[in-house]
Protein backbone atom coordinates (compact mmCIF):
# COMPACT_ATOMS: atom_id res chain seq x y z
CA UNK A 1 0.00 0.00 0.00
CA UNK A 2 0.95 3.52 -0.53
CA UNK A 3 1.28 6.13 1.75
CA UNK A 4 -1.48 8.10 0.52
CA UNK A 5 -3.55 4.91 0.93
CA UNK A 6 -2.53 4.21 4.63
CA UNK A 7 -3.62 7.81 5.40
CA UNK A 8 -6.74 7.31 3.76
CA UNK A 9 -7.38 3.96 6.13
CA UNK A 10 -6.11 5.46 9.15
CA UNK A 11 -8.98 8.30 8.74
CA UNK A 12 -11.52 6.41 7.80
CA UNK A 13 -10.80 4.57 10.88
CA UNK A 14 -10.71 7.54 13.16
CA UNK A 15 -14.17 8.43 11.65
CA UNK A 16 -15.89 5.12 11.73
CA UNK A 17 -14.63 5.01 15.35
CA UNK A 18 -16.05 8.25 16.38
CA UNK A 19 -18.82 7.34 14.01
CA UNK A 20 -19.57 4.11 16.85
CA UNK A 21 -18.44 6.34 19.69
CA UNK A 22 -15.21 5.12 20.37
CA UNK A 23 -12.55 6.99 23.29
CA UNK A 24 -11.89 10.09 22.20
CA UNK A 25 -8.25 9.88 22.66
CA UNK A 26 -7.09 7.42 20.22
CA UNK A 27 -9.42 7.95 17.93
CA UNK A 28 -7.52 12.21 17.85
CA UNK A 29 -4.23 10.09 17.85
CA UNK A 30 -5.09 7.75 14.70
CA UNK A 31 -6.89 11.20 13.06
CA UNK A 32 -3.90 13.16 13.53
CA UNK A 33 -1.11 10.15 12.35
CA UNK A 34 -3.52 9.92 8.82
CA UNK A 35 -3.21 13.93 8.56
CA UNK A 36 0.70 13.74 9.37
CA UNK A 37 1.20 10.64 6.23
CA UNK A 38 -1.23 12.51 3.81
CA UNK A 39 1.27 15.78 4.20
CA UNK A 40 3.97 13.56 3.13
CA UNK A 41 5.37 11.10 0.36
CA UNK A 42 7.25 9.53 2.64
CA UNK A 43 8.28 5.99 1.66
CA UNK A 44 6.81 3.64 4.23
CA UNK A 45 7.35 0.39 2.14
CA UNK A 46 9.82 -1.85 3.37
CA UNK A 47 10.07 0.26 6.62
CA UNK A 48 10.34 -2.25 9.94
CA UNK A 49 7.98 -2.01 13.07
CA UNK A 50 10.48 -0.09 15.13
CA UNK A 51 11.14 1.98 12.34
CA UNK A 52 7.95 3.03 12.17
CA UNK A 53 7.88 3.43 15.58
CA UNK A 54 10.57 6.11 15.49
CA UNK A 55 8.50 8.53 12.90
CA UNK A 56 7.28 11.74 14.81
CA UNK A 57 3.41 11.67 15.67
CA UNK A 58 3.35 7.77 15.40
CA UNK A 59 3.74 6.11 18.04
CA UNK A 60 3.48 2.06 19.07
CA UNK A 61 0.28 1.65 18.36
CA UNK A 62 -0.57 3.16 15.28
CA UNK A 63 3.03 1.93 13.84
CA UNK A 64 0.89 -1.40 14.40
CA UNK A 65 -1.71 -0.93 12.21
CA UNK A 66 0.26 0.56 9.44
CA UNK A 67 2.54 -2.44 9.92
CA UNK A 68 -0.34 -4.68 9.44
CA UNK A 69 -1.49 -2.76 6.68
CA UNK A 70 1.72 -3.06 4.53
CA UNK A 71 2.26 -6.32 5.61
CA UNK A 72 -1.69 -7.72 4.82
CA UNK A 73 -3.11 -4.68 2.71
CA UNK A 74 -5.88 -4.66 5.54
CA UNK A 75 -6.39 -3.60 8.71
CA UNK A 76 -8.81 -5.83 10.99
CA UNK A 77 -10.04 -2.97 13.16
CA UNK A 78 -11.33 -1.27 10.28
CA UNK A 79 -12.47 -4.35 8.46
CA UNK A 80 -14.54 -4.72 12.00
CA UNK A 81 -15.85 -0.96 11.70
CA UNK A 82 -16.91 -1.80 8.09
CA UNK A 83 -18.94 -5.08 8.95
CA UNK A 84 -20.50 -3.11 12.31
CA UNK A 85 -21.22 -0.06 9.18
CA UNK A 86 -23.98 0.37 6.38
CA UNK A 87 -21.89 1.12 3.29
CA UNK A 88 -24.65 4.06 2.67
CA UNK A 89 -23.52 5.56 6.15
CA UNK A 90 -19.95 5.23 5.17
CA UNK A 91 -20.51 7.10 2.11
CA UNK A 92 -22.35 9.53 3.94
CA UNK A 93 -19.17 10.58 5.73
CA UNK A 94 -18.50 11.98 2.30
CA UNK A 95 -20.56 14.86 2.66
CA UNK A 96 -18.82 18.19 3.46
CA UNK A 97 -20.32 19.72 6.62
CA UNK A 98 -21.16 17.02 8.61
CA UNK A 99 -18.47 15.10 10.86
CA UNK A 100 -19.01 11.47 12.08
CA UNK A 101 -21.39 12.55 15.24
CA UNK A 102 -23.78 14.32 13.24
CA UNK A 103 -24.12 11.09 10.12
CA UNK A 104 -24.48 8.75 13.66
CA UNK A 105 -26.95 11.01 14.94
CA UNK A 106 -28.82 10.98 11.82
CA UNK A 107 -28.26 7.15 11.12
CA UNK A 108 -29.54 6.29 14.57
CA UNK A 109 -32.42 8.67 15.23
CA UNK A 110 -33.61 8.66 11.54
CA UNK A 111 -32.50 5.63 10.36
CA UNK A 112 -30.92 7.27 7.44
CA UNK A 113 -28.65 4.73 5.51
CA UNK A 114 -27.53 6.74 2.41
CA UNK A 115 -26.96 9.75 0.92
CA UNK A 116 -29.78 9.76 -1.67
CA UNK A 117 -32.33 9.12 1.65
CA UNK A 118 -30.34 12.23 3.42
CA UNK A 119 -31.19 14.45 0.50
CA UNK A 120 -34.88 13.59 0.59
CA UNK A 121 -34.88 13.52 4.03
CA UNK A 122 -34.06 17.25 3.56
CA UNK A 123 -35.89 17.99 1.29
CA UNK A 124 -38.86 16.79 3.45
CA UNK A 125 -37.33 19.08 6.31
CA UNK A 126 -36.54 16.12 8.97
CA UNK A 127 -33.26 17.08 10.00
CA UNK A 128 -34.59 19.84 11.75
CA UNK A 129 -36.20 17.56 14.38
CA UNK A 130 -32.60 16.55 15.18
CA UNK A 131 -31.13 18.79 18.14
CA UNK A 132 -28.07 20.49 16.61
CA UNK A 133 -29.24 20.61 13.15
CA UNK A 134 -30.93 24.21 11.76
CA UNK A 135 -32.63 25.32 8.95
CA UNK A 136 -29.21 26.69 8.08
CA UNK A 137 -27.24 23.21 8.52
CA UNK A 138 -30.08 21.36 6.94
CA UNK A 139 -29.60 23.12 3.65
CA UNK A 140 -26.46 23.80 3.59
CA UNK A 141 -26.64 19.42 3.99
CA UNK A 142 -28.38 19.38 0.68
CA UNK A 143 -26.25 21.80 -1.23
CA UNK A 144 -22.80 19.35 -0.36
CA UNK A 145 -24.59 16.17 -1.42
CA UNK A 146 -25.70 17.79 -4.52
CA UNK A 147 -22.16 18.83 -5.04
CA UNK A 148 -20.71 15.20 -4.03
CA UNK A 149 -23.53 14.02 -6.51
CA UNK A 150 -22.79 16.21 -9.23
CA UNK A 151 -18.88 15.18 -9.13
CA UNK A 152 -19.06 11.58 -8.81
CA UNK A 153 -17.00 10.13 -11.22
CA UNK A 154 -14.60 12.93 -11.44
CA UNK A 155 -10.97 12.92 -10.78
CA UNK A 156 -8.21 15.73 -10.55
CA UNK A 157 -5.73 15.74 -13.62
CA UNK A 158 -2.74 15.23 -11.08
CA UNK A 159 -4.03 11.77 -9.97
CA UNK A 160 -4.95 10.64 -13.93
CA UNK A 161 -1.94 11.88 -15.89
CA UNK A 162 0.32 8.94 -15.09
CA UNK A 163 -2.03 6.34 -15.71
CA UNK A 164 -2.84 8.11 -18.73
CA UNK A 165 0.75 8.29 -19.67
CA UNK A 166 0.77 4.48 -18.74
CA UNK A 167 -2.04 3.21 -20.72
CA UNK A 168 -0.80 5.36 -24.01
CA UNK A 169 2.54 2.86 -23.13
CA UNK A 170 0.73 -0.20 -23.05
CA UNK A 171 -1.03 0.17 -26.08
CA UNK A 172 1.78 1.34 -27.71
CA UNK A 173 3.87 -2.06 -26.70
CA UNK A 174 0.57 -4.09 -27.48
CA UNK A 175 0.00 -2.78 -30.81
CA UNK A 176 3.51 -2.38 -31.74
CA UNK A 177 2.44 1.24 -32.89
CA UNK A 178 4.03 4.71 -32.15
CA UNK A 179 0.80 5.98 -33.64
CA UNK A 180 -1.04 6.15 -29.58
CA UNK A 181 -1.94 9.96 -27.88
CA UNK A 182 -3.99 10.90 -25.34
CA UNK A 183 -7.30 12.94 -26.39
CA UNK A 184 -10.08 15.18 -24.90
CA UNK A 185 -10.08 16.41 -21.39
CA UNK A 186 -6.29 14.96 -20.86
CA UNK A 187 -4.07 16.87 -23.82
CA UNK A 188 -6.23 19.85 -22.94
CA UNK A 189 -5.11 19.51 -19.70
CA UNK A 190 -8.16 20.54 -18.03
CA UNK A 191 -8.26 20.70 -14.30
CA UNK A 192 -11.02 17.33 -13.34
CA UNK A 193 -11.24 14.79 -15.58
CA UNK A 194 -14.13 12.66 -16.03
CA UNK A 195 -12.93 10.63 -19.44
CA UNK A 196 -9.92 9.56 -20.72
CA UNK A 197 -9.48 9.50 -24.13
CA UNK A 198 -7.25 7.89 -26.36
CA UNK A 199 -6.53 7.74 -30.18
CA UNK A 200 -4.78 4.82 -31.93
CA UNK A 201 -3.77 4.12 -35.23
CA UNK A 202 -5.08 0.14 -35.43
CA UNK A 203 -7.28 -2.48 -37.38
CA UNK A 204 -9.88 -3.65 -35.55
CA UNK A 205 -11.06 -3.53 -31.71
CA UNK A 206 -8.45 -2.56 -29.16
CA UNK A 207 -9.11 -4.03 -25.54
CA UNK A 208 -6.56 -3.65 -22.78
CA UNK A 209 -8.08 -6.29 -20.21
CA UNK A 210 -4.53 -7.17 -18.57
CA UNK A 211 -4.27 -3.14 -17.62
CA UNK A 212 -6.04 -2.98 -13.99
CA UNK A 213 -8.35 0.14 -13.78
CA UNK A 214 -8.44 0.36 -10.38
CA UNK A 215 -9.71 4.21 -10.17
CA UNK A 216 -13.00 3.09 -12.57
CA UNK A 217 -12.55 6.37 -14.68
CA UNK A 218 -14.23 5.95 -18.09
CA UNK A 219 -11.83 5.30 -20.91
CA UNK A 220 -12.72 6.32 -24.81
CA UNK A 221 -10.41 4.59 -27.06
CA UNK A 222 -10.43 5.82 -30.69
CA UNK A 223 -9.57 3.35 -33.50
CA UNK A 224 -8.20 4.77 -36.87
CA UNK A 225 -5.75 4.64 -39.86
CA UNK A 226 -2.26 5.65 -39.77
CA UNK A 227 -3.06 8.22 -42.17
CA UNK A 228 -6.62 9.62 -40.14
CA UNK A 229 -4.28 9.24 -36.54
CA UNK A 230 -3.38 13.20 -36.48
CA UNK A 231 -6.27 14.45 -38.67
CA UNK A 232 -8.54 12.33 -35.55
CA UNK A 233 -6.12 13.79 -32.74
CA UNK A 234 -7.00 17.41 -33.74
CA UNK A 235 -11.00 16.67 -34.07
CA UNK A 236 -11.01 15.13 -30.70
CA UNK A 237 -8.56 17.33 -28.24
CA UNK A 238 -10.47 20.39 -29.02
CA UNK A 239 -14.36 20.74 -27.66
CA UNK A 240 -17.53 21.35 -30.27
CA UNK A 241 -17.71 25.22 -29.67
CA UNK A 242 -13.81 25.54 -29.75
CA UNK A 243 -14.22 24.02 -33.71
CA UNK A 244 -17.00 25.35 -34.61
CA UNK A 245 -15.23 28.96 -33.73
CA UNK A 246 -13.09 28.23 -35.94
CA UNK A 247 -14.66 26.91 -38.87
CA UNK A 248 -13.79 23.59 -38.28
CA UNK A 249 -15.60 20.78 -40.49
CA UNK A 250 -15.09 17.40 -39.58
CA UNK A 251 -14.19 14.66 -42.17
CA UNK A 252 -12.22 17.17 -44.52
CA UNK A 253 -8.68 16.58 -45.77
CA UNK A 254 -6.99 19.90 -44.46
CA UNK A 255 -3.26 19.47 -44.85
CA UNK A 256 -1.82 16.02 -45.61
CA UNK A 257 1.73 14.32 -45.21
CA UNK A 258 2.41 16.11 -42.21
CA UNK A 259 5.06 13.94 -40.46
CA UNK A 260 4.14 15.22 -36.80
CA UNK A 261 0.91 16.75 -35.06
CA UNK A 262 3.17 20.00 -34.64
CA UNK A 263 3.25 20.47 -38.51
CA UNK A 264 -0.41 18.49 -38.74
CA UNK A 265 -2.35 20.36 -36.47
CA UNK A 266 -0.29 24.52 -37.30
CA UNK A 267 -1.71 23.43 -41.09
CA UNK A 268 -4.63 22.85 -40.13
CA UNK A 269 -5.15 26.00 -38.12
CA UNK A 270 -3.22 27.92 -40.98
CA UNK A 271 -5.93 26.34 -43.72
CA UNK A 272 -8.46 28.46 -41.02
CA UNK A 273 -7.17 31.69 -41.33
CA UNK A 274 -5.63 31.26 -37.19
CA UNK A 275 -2.56 31.46 -35.88
CA UNK A 276 -1.29 27.78 -34.04
CA UNK A 277 -3.63 27.45 -31.00
CA UNK A 278 -1.98 24.87 -28.29
CA UNK A 279 -3.75 22.11 -27.26
CA UNK A 280 -4.49 23.58 -23.83
CA UNK A 281 -6.37 26.67 -25.15
CA UNK A 282 -8.90 24.65 -27.10
CA UNK A 283 -12.01 24.98 -24.90
CA UNK A 284 -13.83 27.25 -27.10
CA UNK A 285 -13.90 30.50 -24.55
CA UNK A 286 -11.73 33.67 -26.60
CA UNK A 287 -8.58 31.48 -28.12
CA UNK A 288 -10.21 31.41 -31.51
CA UNK A 289 -11.35 35.64 -31.50
CA UNK A 290 -7.98 36.19 -30.17
CA UNK A 291 -5.83 33.79 -33.19
CA UNK A 292 -7.71 35.58 -36.22
CA UNK A 293 -6.00 38.76 -34.45
CA UNK A 294 -2.80 37.24 -34.06
CA UNK A 295 -2.83 38.20 -30.39
CA UNK A 296 -2.19 34.42 -28.74
CA UNK A 297 1.33 34.99 -26.58
CA UNK A 298 4.01 32.57 -26.06
CA UNK A 299 2.55 30.72 -23.55
CA UNK A 300 4.71 30.47 -20.21
CA UNK A 301 6.92 27.12 -19.58
CA UNK A 302 7.12 25.53 -16.39
CA UNK A 303 11.38 26.04 -16.95
CA UNK A 304 10.34 29.72 -17.20
CA UNK A 305 9.96 29.73 -13.16
CA UNK A 306 12.58 31.21 -11.10
CA UNK A 307 11.69 30.68 -7.43
CA UNK A 308 9.24 29.16 -5.23
CA UNK A 309 7.51 31.01 -3.12
CA UNK A 310 4.72 29.78 -0.75
CA UNK A 311 5.93 26.85 1.11
CA UNK A 312 5.47 25.42 4.62
CA UNK A 313 7.93 23.84 7.38
CA UNK A 314 8.22 22.01 10.35
CA UNK A 315 7.86 25.72 11.74
CA UNK A 316 3.97 25.23 11.05
CA UNK A 317 2.55 22.08 9.96
CA UNK A 318 5.31 21.18 7.34
CA UNK A 319 6.58 18.06 6.99
CA UNK A 320 10.55 19.01 6.18
CA UNK A 321 12.79 21.02 7.74
CA UNK A 322 13.31 24.49 6.67
CA UNK A 323 16.61 23.44 6.13
CA UNK A 324 15.27 20.63 3.90
CA UNK A 325 13.05 22.77 2.01
CA UNK A 326 15.77 25.29 1.40
CA UNK A 327 18.05 22.60 0.01
CA UNK A 328 15.90 20.88 -2.00
CA UNK A 329 14.68 23.51 -3.59
CA UNK A 330 18.52 24.88 -4.63
CA UNK A 331 19.11 21.45 -5.33
CA UNK A 332 16.15 21.64 -8.16
CA UNK A 333 17.83 24.51 -9.95
CA UNK A 334 15.90 27.90 -8.59
CA UNK A 335 16.86 30.64 -7.33
CA UNK A 336 15.46 31.27 -4.54
CA UNK A 337 12.70 29.94 -2.04
CA UNK A 338 9.78 31.69 0.03
CA UNK A 339 8.97 30.63 3.15
CA UNK A 340 5.09 31.39 4.35
CA UNK A 341 4.51 29.23 7.31
CA UNK A 342 1.23 29.63 8.60
CA UNK A 343 0.13 32.93 11.26
CA UNK A 344 -0.31 32.55 14.35
CA UNK A 345 -4.51 32.21 14.52
CA UNK A 346 -4.18 29.17 12.37
CA UNK A 347 -3.81 27.08 15.70
CA UNK A 348 -4.49 23.83 13.95
CA UNK A 349 -1.78 24.60 12.11
CA UNK A 350 0.84 24.90 14.70
CA UNK A 351 0.71 28.89 13.25
CA UNK A 352 3.38 31.11 14.23
CA UNK A 353 3.43 33.11 17.37
CA UNK A 354 5.86 36.06 17.28
CA UNK A 355 8.15 34.84 19.22
CA UNK A 356 8.51 31.66 16.83
CA UNK A 357 8.59 34.00 13.62
CA UNK A 358 11.79 36.11 14.83
CA UNK A 359 13.25 32.59 15.50
CA UNK A 360 12.72 31.02 12.06
CA UNK A 361 13.97 34.44 10.71
CA UNK A 362 17.53 34.20 12.58
CA UNK A 363 18.02 30.88 11.07
CA UNK A 364 16.84 32.36 7.53
CA UNK A 365 19.57 34.61 8.22
CA UNK A 366 22.27 31.43 9.05
CA UNK A 367 21.06 29.43 5.90
CA UNK A 368 21.11 32.05 3.45
CA UNK A 369 25.29 32.88 4.09
CA UNK A 370 25.34 29.32 4.05
CA UNK A 371 23.59 28.84 0.60
CA UNK A 372 24.52 31.95 -1.11
CA UNK A 373 23.96 32.82 -3.83
CA UNK A 374 20.46 30.78 -3.21
CA UNK A 375 18.01 33.27 -1.07
CA UNK A 376 15.36 31.80 1.43
CA UNK A 377 12.76 35.09 1.63
CA UNK A 378 10.99 35.62 4.72
CA UNK A 379 7.38 35.28 3.90
CA UNK A 380 4.27 34.62 6.13
CA UNK A 381 0.99 32.68 5.37
CA UNK A 382 -0.96 35.32 7.06
CA UNK A 383 -4.71 34.78 7.86
CA UNK A 384 -7.50 36.93 6.73
CA UNK A 385 -8.85 37.62 9.80
CA UNK A 386 -13.38 37.44 10.21
CA UNK A 387 -12.98 41.65 9.70
CA UNK A 388 -10.30 41.50 6.89
CA UNK A 389 -7.07 42.35 8.47
CA UNK A 390 -4.06 40.64 8.71
CA UNK A 391 -3.11 38.21 11.60
CA UNK A 392 -0.26 40.24 13.30
CA UNK A 393 0.43 43.62 14.63
CA UNK A 394 2.23 45.90 12.36
CA UNK A 395 5.31 45.61 13.86
CA UNK A 396 5.59 41.82 13.49
CA UNK A 397 4.19 42.55 9.55
CA UNK A 398 7.09 44.66 8.49
CA UNK A 399 9.35 42.17 9.48
CA UNK A 400 8.61 40.05 6.29
CA UNK A 401 10.09 40.27 3.22
CA UNK A 402 6.40 39.77 1.47
CA UNK A 403 2.98 38.27 3.18
CA UNK A 404 0.94 36.13 1.25
CA UNK A 405 -2.73 36.83 2.48
CA UNK A 406 -5.50 33.70 2.69
CA UNK A 407 -8.23 33.03 4.28
CA UNK A 408 -8.64 29.85 5.98
CA UNK A 409 -11.64 30.03 8.61
CA UNK A 410 -15.05 30.89 8.58
CA UNK A 411 -15.80 30.19 4.83
CA UNK A 412 -19.57 30.13 4.56
CA UNK A 413 -20.08 33.75 3.67
CA UNK A 414 -21.92 35.57 1.44
CA UNK A 415 -20.39 37.35 -2.14
CA UNK A 416 -20.81 40.43 0.02
CA UNK A 417 -19.16 39.16 3.32
CA UNK A 418 -16.49 37.68 1.21
CA UNK A 419 -15.65 40.33 -1.26
CA UNK A 420 -15.46 43.05 1.47
CA UNK A 421 -13.20 40.85 3.47
CA UNK A 422 -10.71 40.35 0.78
CA UNK A 423 -10.68 43.79 -0.37
CA UNK A 424 -10.00 45.07 3.15
CA UNK A 425 -6.97 42.53 3.29
CA UNK A 426 -5.65 43.42 -0.25
CA UNK A 427 -5.55 46.96 0.85
CA UNK A 428 -3.75 46.11 3.59
CA UNK A 429 -0.21 47.85 2.56
CA UNK A 430 1.88 44.39 3.69
CA UNK A 431 -0.30 42.68 1.65
CA UNK A 432 1.95 41.21 -1.37
CA UNK A 433 0.32 37.82 -2.69
CA UNK A 434 -3.70 37.06 -2.40
CA UNK A 435 -3.13 33.56 -1.74
CA UNK A 436 -5.97 31.02 -3.17
CA UNK A 437 -8.34 33.96 -3.52
CA UNK A 438 -11.79 31.77 -3.03
CA UNK A 439 -10.62 28.65 -1.37
CA UNK A 440 -11.91 25.92 -2.89
CA UNK A 441 -11.21 22.32 -3.44
CA UNK A 442 -11.44 20.88 -6.38
CA UNK A 443 -13.80 17.99 -6.33
CA UNK A 444 -14.34 18.45 -2.72
CA UNK A 445 -15.17 22.27 -1.65
CA UNK A 446 -16.40 24.60 -3.75
CA UNK A 447 -15.22 28.22 -3.18
CA UNK A 448 -16.66 31.06 -1.28
CA UNK A 449 -18.44 33.10 -3.37
CA UNK A 450 -16.49 36.34 -4.43
CA UNK A 451 -17.01 39.33 -7.33
CA UNK A 452 -13.55 38.31 -9.00
CA UNK A 453 -14.05 41.32 -11.10
CA UNK A 454 -13.79 43.55 -7.58
CA UNK A 455 -10.79 41.82 -6.43
CA UNK A 456 -9.10 41.80 -9.47
CA UNK A 457 -9.37 45.53 -10.05
CA UNK A 458 -8.36 46.73 -6.11
CA UNK A 459 -4.83 44.12 -6.86
CA UNK A 460 -4.77 46.22 -9.61
CA UNK A 461 -5.23 49.53 -7.50
CA UNK A 462 -2.70 48.14 -4.71
CA UNK A 463 0.14 46.41 -6.54
CA UNK A 464 -0.88 42.92 -5.39
CA UNK A 465 -0.05 40.11 -6.99
CA UNK A 466 -2.68 37.49 -7.31
CA UNK A 467 -1.99 33.24 -6.21
CA UNK A 468 -2.70 30.41 -8.66
CA UNK A 469 -1.92 27.91 -5.99
CA UNK A 470 -0.58 24.85 -8.15
CA UNK A 471 -2.21 21.90 -5.53
CA UNK A 472 -4.05 19.90 -7.86
CA UNK A 473 -6.65 19.82 -5.49
CA UNK A 474 -6.91 23.82 -5.31
CA UNK A 475 -5.43 25.48 -8.91
CA UNK A 476 -6.84 28.81 -7.43
CA UNK A 477 -7.11 31.56 -8.81
CA UNK A 478 -9.25 29.69 -11.93
CA UNK A 479 -7.71 29.81 -14.75
CA UNK A 480 -10.70 31.17 -16.63
CA UNK A 481 -9.79 34.61 -14.90
CA UNK A 482 -6.24 34.93 -15.99
CA UNK A 483 -7.13 36.72 -18.96
CA UNK A 484 -8.92 39.45 -16.93
CA UNK A 485 -6.00 39.69 -14.59
CA UNK A 486 -3.63 40.33 -17.70
CA UNK A 487 -5.65 42.96 -18.86
CA UNK A 488 -6.03 44.86 -15.70
CA UNK A 489 -1.71 44.30 -15.40
CA UNK A 490 -2.39 42.10 -12.30
CA UNK A 491 0.54 39.66 -12.40
CA UNK A 492 0.04 35.99 -11.35
CA UNK A 493 2.70 34.00 -8.82
CA UNK A 494 2.42 30.63 -9.52
CA UNK A 495 2.39 28.88 -6.21
CA UNK A 496 2.82 25.44 -4.70
CA UNK A 497 1.91 25.55 -1.54
CA UNK A 498 4.13 22.80 -0.71
CA UNK A 499 3.96 21.49 2.64
CA UNK A 500 7.13 19.07 2.03
CA UNK A 501 9.81 18.57 -0.99
CA UNK A 502 8.16 16.66 -3.19
CA UNK A 503 4.84 19.76 -3.02
CA UNK A 504 7.54 21.41 -5.09
CA UNK A 505 6.67 19.61 -8.44
CA UNK A 506 2.75 20.48 -8.06
CA UNK A 507 4.66 23.68 -10.12
CA UNK A 508 3.81 21.51 -13.08
CA UNK A 509 -0.02 21.18 -12.26
CA UNK A 510 -0.01 25.11 -11.53
CA UNK A 511 1.74 25.80 -15.00
CA UNK A 512 -0.45 23.37 -16.75
CA UNK A 513 -3.65 25.51 -16.14
CA UNK A 514 -1.58 28.92 -16.33
CA UNK A 515 -1.23 28.08 -20.17
CA UNK A 516 -4.75 27.55 -20.15
CA UNK A 517 -5.31 31.11 -19.10
CA UNK A 518 -3.06 32.13 -21.62
CA UNK A 519 -0.27 33.20 -18.59
CA UNK A 520 2.70 34.60 -20.16
CA UNK A 521 6.31 34.83 -18.68
CA UNK A 522 6.32 38.72 -18.40
CA UNK A 523 2.84 38.61 -16.34
CA UNK A 524 3.74 35.73 -13.94
CA UNK A 525 5.53 36.57 -10.99
CA UNK A 526 7.96 34.14 -9.94
CA UNK A 527 9.36 34.23 -13.09
CA UNK A 528 11.86 37.08 -11.69
CA UNK A 529 15.38 36.71 -11.32
CA UNK A 530 16.76 36.55 -7.64
CA UNK A 531 18.19 40.12 -8.07
CA UNK A 532 14.49 41.24 -9.70
CA UNK A 533 12.77 39.84 -6.95
CA UNK A 534 15.27 41.18 -4.12
CA UNK A 535 14.84 44.88 -5.99
CA UNK A 536 10.74 44.33 -5.91
CA UNK A 537 10.55 43.07 -2.00
CA UNK A 538 12.65 45.93 -1.40
CA UNK A 539 10.81 49.05 -3.05
CA UNK A 540 7.16 47.42 -1.70
CA UNK A 541 8.55 47.52 1.67
CA UNK A 542 10.41 50.86 1.25
Known sequence: MTTEEIAHALKLTAQLMELHGENPFKIKSIANA?????????????KSLSELELIEGIGKGIAAKINELLITGNLTELSELFLATPPGVIEMLKIKGIGPKKVGQLWRELEIEGVGELLYACNENRLLALKGFGAKTQEQVRKQIEFFQLNIGKFHFASLEKFGLDLVDFLKNKYQTEFVALSGQMRRKCEVIDLVEVVIAVNGNVSFDELVNERNVKIKVITCSEDQFYPI???????EDHLLKAGFKKGLTYVSGSTSVLDMESGIYASLGLQ??????REGLTEVSSAKENKIPKLIDLSDLKGILHNHSTYSDGMNSLKEMAEYCNELGYEYLGICDHSQSAFYAQ????DRVFEQHAEIDLLNKKLFPFRIFKGIESDILND???DYSD????SFDFIVASVHSNLKMTEEKATARLLKAIENPFTTILGHPTGRLLLSRPGYPIDHKK????CA??????????HPYRLDIDWRWIPYCLERGVKISINPDAHEKSGYHDMYFGTCVARKGMLTKEMCFNTLSLSQMETYFEGRKG
Not at 36 to 42: H, Q, V
Not at 233 to 239: G, I, M, N, W, Y
Not at 461 to 470: D, H, S
Open 34 to 46: AYKLDKTDIDLQG
Open 233 to 239: LFETTAT
Open 276 to 281: YIEPEL
Open 351 to 354: GLKP
Open 388 to 390: GSL
Open 395 to 398: DVLK
Open 455 to 458: IIDA
Open 461 to 470: ANGVIIELNA
